[in-house]
């Protein structure tokens, strides 16, 4: 099994930034996507951005412009750097990895944006 563990959540202003990270406990295939995925209060979760060998990185149309994913394999951890934060985007951050066909989640962390 893989464990994921996030971090660099916290409270900040709108318009400011935040880098978030996640940790996986095994290695990851470069060719194995790694996404992260947000969910506000009452709402669904939804992709904010995957990454994976081949392929240009995805966004979800909310963050494009703003939000920027990228991992280290040898560190085995996926980040996401966060600018020009707006109110919208506060949620619980998870971080997602699928592995053969096997889907692993972290237990996420909070994202609050507030003046």
């Known amino acids: 099994q893989v464990q994921l563990l996030e971090s660099g959540g916290g409270l900040v202003q709108p318009g400011g930034s935040l880098r978030l990270s996640c940790v996986a406990s095994e290695t990851i295939l470069s060719s194995d996507p790694m996404s992260w995925y947000r969910q506000a209060p009452g709402k669904e979760r939804k992709l904010v951005a995957r990454i994976r060998s081949g392929r240009d990185p995805e966004y979800s149309d909310s963050v494009m412009g703003r939000f920027t994913i990228s991992r280290d394999n040898a560190k085995k951890t996926v980040y996401l750097q966060m600018n020009t934060l707006k109110p919208d985007d506060t949620a619980v951050y998870y971080c997602?990895?699928?592995?053969?066909?096997?889907?692993?989640w972290g237990k996420g962390t909070l994202v609050t944006v507030s003046s």
């Open positions: 997602h990895v699928r592995e053969n066909g096997i889907h692993y």
